[in-house]
């Protein structure tokens, strides 16, 4: 059972780099080629393991439906999704917040403000505890053009370093969560491979420490 | 919404094609045998009930329900879960009679789904509930005759974990001191979030020694050890006899035979909220959610006016399938092929074959474009065609 053979959903782009250091730096042995691949599924024999590499937004996707044992998701993407996966650590990668930004100076309006962003889910709930009905415009980039051009009042985005926002004039309102990448499971996966991720999850907690 | 084309139907719903059809009643078959050994009765209930009375009592996600209008103006459901119309009839009619009883259904139930596919929103149930009987050798014969059914349906591996939602809330409870508190911790493993478990535990005001107990709580996973594990953890007393139950409840599970079935896992709880007790679900690999749950709800038949201890088990036929595997072929039936001045003889021989249990179809030959086509889906082709002998077989 402690070897049993696992499938590890990776997140492409941005927090790919970050995770894949941080599971070498755990001892996993990963094919050198895995940074620049265009592969979608890398399978590592020696370690019993399998790689996919999915869109950051689809990670949770994989590992809920189990065709993923367990995945490296932001909790931006968790938040938003709310899928059926166990979220078993913190690896304290990819540290950015979840915000509101808008132009300066500026209110939203009493009637039916209008809140652009890629998290509708996230933005929706906000404001609902704040006690605001709003109307949510999905968009799935630049969201920061959004209050720019008049198509929203407010964007709900993620902020990194605030440098984007403040190139294009925006300011931050307010702070909604904190998010980094997560070790996520399928909650039978969990169950039934319980060594082996337990393994893994003892591995990475050692080095983030 | 737009008109749907002739071919689409409703968010979730599903066709059961042939193949399917076959591995899905072969498994039930098997299973209410095993269940009907056991001494269960079967009964149907209605599939819509009033949204006041199993609407309620379900523990199903109000958004979860598919809900619509009577004639008069009453909200109905489609009967979210079996657990609640068998404990309505238990403690209206049946249990009047006899007590401890023991009943068994098969049944569909119905979910709506929220978001996307890839889940049914009516699916099969196969179960059992064993009502008025609050010994743990009840408990016990849940988890043996959940695995006897498995077995019997074809399944050679899989894993039972079982918790005690008891034991949880005491635990909970004792560090935490007020219910409040104690459902804010409760969400978080319901959420199956044990970062954001292990965070509030940091943040709250406790002696450093409790949040430690706390976080050793979310490692309480494993074989029997576990509960010796647990009894470390607990103070005053509280959430001993949940863990005597689990402990008893072992010693009954290695009598039965099928210790090598079960986990315990002191950390599960369930979207069903109405469970009291031990609790269990059931996994098997290649499926990402599990085949079947139950557990131990001593307060719901309260909501029905009776006031009996119950506990019971569901297996999701649709997921048991999947973890079957490879579907069986059917075998295909014969076929005789005939012209219609030879219909007599077609109709003689096929009841013939009928009486020898062999299933056989019949088909007028001037109507049957692609002979060769039609043909391949049989096992046996029987021609009675133009004048001339008896029956050939291609």
């Known amino acids: 059972m402690n070897n049993s053979f696992l499938t590890i959903a990776m997140p492409k782009g941005r927090i790919f780099e970050e995770a894949a250091e941080l599971l070498r730096g755990a001892g996993f042995r990963l094919p050198p080629e895995f940074d620049d691949s265009r592969k979608l599924i890398l399978d590592v024999e020696e370690e019993n393991l399998r790689f996919i590499l999915a869109k950051p937004m689809d990670v949770v996707t994989y590992v809920e439906h189990g065709v993923a044992d367990i995945g490296i998701a932001g909790k931006d993407v968790m938040l938003e999704e709310e899928r059926d996966v166990y979220e078993l650590l913190d690896l304290k990668i990819s540290a950015c917040y979840l915000a509101v930004a808008g132009l300066p100076g500026t209110k939203i309006s009493d009637i039916a403000p209008k809140i652009a962003s890629k998290y509708p889910n996230v933005a929706s709930s906000y404001f609902r505890e704040q006690g605001e009905q709003v109307e949510i415009i999905k968009l799935n980039g630049s969201i920061e053009l959004a209050p720019l051009i008049g198509l929203a009042e407010r964007i709900v985005d993620i902020v990194s370093t605030g440098q984007t926002l403040k ?43 | 919404m737009t008109k749907p084309f002739m071919f689409e139907k409703p968010l979730g719903m599903r066709d059961t094609l042939p193949v399917f059809y076959e591995t899905k009643v072969s498994a039930r078959n098997k299973m ?55 404990a309505r009839v238990a403690a209206s009619k049946l249990l009047k009679q006899q007590i401890p009883l023991r009943l068994a259904y098969s049944a569909n139930v119905y979910r709506a789904q929220q978001r996307e596919g890839g889940r049914p929103a009516e699916f099969e149930q196969i179960g059992i ?29 899989f894993k039972i974990s079982i918790g005690h939602i008891g034991f949880l809330q005491e635990f909970f409870l004792s560090i935490l001191g007020t219910e409040e508190r104690a459902s804010i911790l409760r969400k978080f493993l319901y959420e199956k979030n044990y970062v954001g478990f292990r965070e509030h535990v940091k943040s709250l005001p406790l002696s450093s020694i409790d949040k430690q107990r706390l976080i050793e709580f979310t490692s309480l996973r494993g074989s029997e050890d576990t509960l010796k594990k647990a009894l ?31 986990s315990f896992d002191l950390t599960l709880v369930s979207h069903m909220s109405y469970y009291t007790g031990t609790l269990f679900e059931v996994y098997a690999g290649q499926v990402g959610s599990p085949i079947g749950n139950g557990g131990r709800y001593d307060n719901l038949l309260e909501k029905f006016g009776w006031n009996a201890s119950a506990t019971g088990f569901a297996i999701r036929v649709d997921r048991l399938a999947e973890a079957l595997g490879e579907p069986m072929q059917p075998t295909a039936p014969e076929c005789i092929l005939f012209s219609p001045e030879r ?28 002979v060769d086509a039609f043909t391949r889906t049989f096992s046996e082709v029987h021609l009675f065609v133009g004048n001339g002998g008896s029956g050939k077989d291609e």
């Open chain 2, 232 to 262: 470390g953890l607990v103070e005053n007393n509280k959430g001993q006899d949940s863990l005597a139950e689990l402990k008893e409840l072992a010693v009954q599970l290695k009598e039965f035979g099928i210790e090598q079935y079960v």
């Open chain 1, 167 to 209: 190139e294009n004039g925006l300011v931050e309102y307010a702070k909604i969560a904190d998010v980094t990448s997560r070790l996520v499971a399928n909650p039978v996966s969990y169950r039934l491979k319980e060594a082996r991720i337990t393994e893994i999850v003892d591995r990475l907690a050692e080095i983030i420490g």
């Open chain 2, 343 to 370: 219909r007599l003889e077609a109709i003689e021989f096929a009841r013939m074959k009928r009486s020898e249990g062999k299933r056989i179809t019949i088909q007028d030959i001037t109507v049957v474009q692609n």
């Open chain 2, 129 to 157: 509930e064993c009502i008025g009987n609050k010994s743990i050798s009840a408990d016990a014969e849940m988890i043996a005759l959940l695995a006897d059914v498995l077995k019997a349906a074809g399944l050679m591996e």
């Open chain 2, 32 to 86: 209410s045998e095993e269940i009907k050994k056991w001494g269960y009765q079967f009964i149907e209930t209605p599939a819509l009930e009033y949204y006041e009375t199993i609407g309620e009592a379900s523990a199903i996600l109000d958004q979860q329900l598919f809900k619509l209008l009577d004639s008069q103006g009453h909200t109905l459901v489609l009967r979210p879960d079996m657990t609640a119309p068998i």
